[in-house]
């Protein structure tokens, strides 16, 4: 666990560092807080040759229910959290051995809400973006200058199939590259292992596979 400035004031993360750092990717987790499988997926990045950084956006809270993270997501307001997401990238693209690359950010649910809206925000640093089940609606992905890897569930009562699909199209009208996957069978949350309700292995592989080759082919 590492410090870092934040516009105001300080954050904290986690920091996955390879033998030797190649492309540079952040980790926004999902709103259950900066738990242990969020610190693992960084630790898979990382001996994969990326330089994984996952701040905490919950204000160091790990929730493990719903109605936890539903509170949690109450304490912290946006502009904190906006804060957060912004240092942290400033943090991982000031690292050395990212001098001149572009960054991959990685989100899951809140937290691809967020990568999403930082391919925007911060759209000459951003050069590739892995949604897991979550979107940001009327986002004006114009702005943004990287490429979109997506994984969804069909069948996800918290992300409607409609909405997902309207904003692939969204992507694809502002001439990004973008792909989307649906995994049939699966929930929302389903490659979190700690969710074994909604976890489904066999798409949680391929969808890690499908991420691998697309990091790689995007910032290496």
Known sequence: MVEFKTGTGKGTGYIA??????GGVLVLHAWWGLNE????????????GFLAFAPDLQGGKVAKSVSEAKELMSKMDEDS????????LGYLRSQPSQSGRK???VGF?????WALWLSTAKAEEVGAVVAFY????????????????????????????????????????ARRE??????????HWFVEENRPIEYNRDAADLAWKRTLEFLNNRLL
């Not at 560092?17 to 190649?22: S, V």
């Not at 959290?81 to 942290?88: D, K, S």
């Not at 649910?109 to 809400?113: D, I, L, R």
């Open 109 to 113: 649910s809140m937290g691809a809400s």
């Open 178 to 187: 973008v792909t989307f996957h649906f995994y049939p069978g699966t929930k």
């Open 37 to 48: 499988f969020f610190k693992s997926f960084s630790d898979r990045l990382a001996s994969n």
């Open 17 to 22: 560092l390879p033998e030797k750092p190649r």
């Open 134 to 173: 979550g979107t940001y609606p009327g986002l004006a992905f114009s702005k943004s200058k990287a490429s979109f890897l997506g994984h969804f569930a069909p069948e996800d009562e918290w992300e409607p199939t409609n909405d997902v699909k309207a904003m692939e199209q969204q992507i694809r009208e």
């Open 103 to 105: 960054t991959g950010v």
């Open 81 to 88: 959290r906006r804060a957060i997401v912004l240092g942290a």
